[in-house]
Nanobody, 124 residues
Framework: QVQLVESGGGLVQAGDSLRLSCAAS????????MGWFRQAPGKEREFVAA????????YYADFVEGRFTISRDNAKNTMYLQMNSLKPEDTAVYYC?????????????????WGRGTQVTVSS
């Protein structure tokens, strides 16, 4: 079984930064890409960013507007999300996910493994 564990969430003020981490462990698996999603109270889960594991190609949701940077450390099986200039509307539970098969990075259904999430709260 594959486990994904997020960390790094917390309570910050608008304009602050946070760095989320997602560590993968368990049985070895071939990863095509990993991504970050978020879900705010009363809203659907939405795509934030994704990175392909071998080439490092990155893709972001429009609302990121250059504030977030996704990266990965292949040797550590860890993915990161550096979030700068945080806004109150960024408040959500952030989930990391991994997908094995090539496909559209923004589609939730294509991801095979999910973490339990880490809470990010941005106060105004």
């Amino acid at each position: 079984q594959v486990q994904l564990v997020e960390s790094g969430g917390g309570l910050v003020q608008a304009g602050d930064s946070l760095r989320l981490s997602c560590a993968a462990s368990g049985r070895p698996f071939s990863t095509y890409a990993m991504g970050w999603f978020r879900q705010a109270p009363g809203k659907e889960r939405e795509f934030v960013a994704a990175i392909t594991w071998s080439s490092g190609y990155t893709y972001y949701a429009d609302f990121v507007e250059g504030r977030f940077t996704i990266s990965r450390d292949n040797a550590k099986n860890t993915m990161y999300l550096q979030m700068n200039s945080l806004k109150p509307e960024d408040t959500a539970v952030y989930y990391c996910a991994a997908r094995i098969i090539v496909g559209v990075l923004t589609q939730i259904a294509g991801y095979d493994y999910w973490g339990r999430g880490t809470q990010v709260t941005v106060s105004s």
